[in-house]
């Protein structure tokens, strides 16, 4: 049985359609990311499971009983929001006790969950500061504590490391990873940063215009999205429209303007045909420009621009009036004068075969 069951769930405000018809089920200790655009539908979908909004339609489970009408403080909902809501003239210790104390819980019992919660977080030696002598980290590790502490069910995160910096969002995002981990929370998490989901979730579900687009595990999202719009929207790819010519073994040869390309059809059970319009998708990493003809989709070019970044170079590659993005990390095509051809090469199961 699924920790959290999310069965039909439509929910709408006037003529906005925010959640269309939403089905996913998600397992006990489980890390999932709702992962789309702004205005897609993750927040309210959060607050459905929240009970700060009852969907119109549909019904949410956890454990297998409804929940869909229990208010917010029955649900034993942890949460923590973007700006934290810390109270800013309560310490550290009296910010994550302050569930417990309204729970009425023994003063022994909430000391022992106090004291467990800021080690969790390892902030026990912050206890008695206010907020406002905390960093932003600090202060995140504090919201967590205080959702932690009152031992919920479920954890929902909306957006919890908008406010730091890009080293801190690094730091912090392994942190909860391991924070869930270490208590077997089953964990929903809010964003629209695609490196916090490919790095540290389960499972994501890419969300566009109130619908789910593909579920999957960073690996599945990454490597086989089953749609232009999950291509796009994780990571950047070349798109290349064509039309089917045949199956080859385990792959399609598609026509495109820049020539016959064998690709491989990603995971949407739509059958292709000969002659089906399709779209293909191909990486910038996936394309390795070399001397010589070495994949099976090999095309001569030349480079019209370089981007350098240390580590990695961003290059613009032209072939047959076509221009790809190609990508390539310890770049060694630096000094390639912008004269002199070269051969980009690319292996048929690194081009995806789209049919939406
Ligand atoms: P963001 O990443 O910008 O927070 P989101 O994916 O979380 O976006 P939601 O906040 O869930 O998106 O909003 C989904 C849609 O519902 C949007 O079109 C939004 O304008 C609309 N919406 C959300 N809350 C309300 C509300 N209380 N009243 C009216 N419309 C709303």
Known sequence: MSEISIEHVTKRFGTV???DDINLDIEHGELFFLLGPSGCGKTTLLRVLAGFYTPDVGHILNAGKDITSKPTHKR???????NY???????VAENVAFGLRQKKLPRQLIEERLIAALESVRMEQYANRKPNELSGGQQQRVALARALAVRPRYLLLDEPLSNLDAQLRNEMRMEIRRICKENQLTTVYVT???????????????FSRGRVEQVGTPIDIYKRPTSRF??????????LEGTVIAEDGSFWTVSTSLGTILGV????PTPLHPGDHVFLSIRPEAIRLRGEYIDRNAFE???????????VAHYDFSCNGVN??????????LEISMATPSIANIRPEDVLVLVR
């Open 17 to 19: 359609v925010a959640l």
């Open 76 to 82: 034993q909902a942890g949460m923590v929001f973007q």
């Open 301 to 311: 070019g030349g480079l019209i621009g370089i981007s350098y970044f240390g580590e």
């Open 230 to 239: 999950v291509a796009h929207f994780i990571g950047e790819s070349n798109f």
């Open 265 to 268: 059809q990603s995971d949407d």
């Open 324 to 333: 790809l993005k190609v990508s390539e990390l310890n770049p060694r095509h």
């Open 85 to 91: 809501a810390l109270w800013p003239h309560m310490t």
């Open 192 to 206: 629209h940063d695609q490196k916090e989901g490919l790095s540290i979730a389960d499972r994501i579900a890419v």
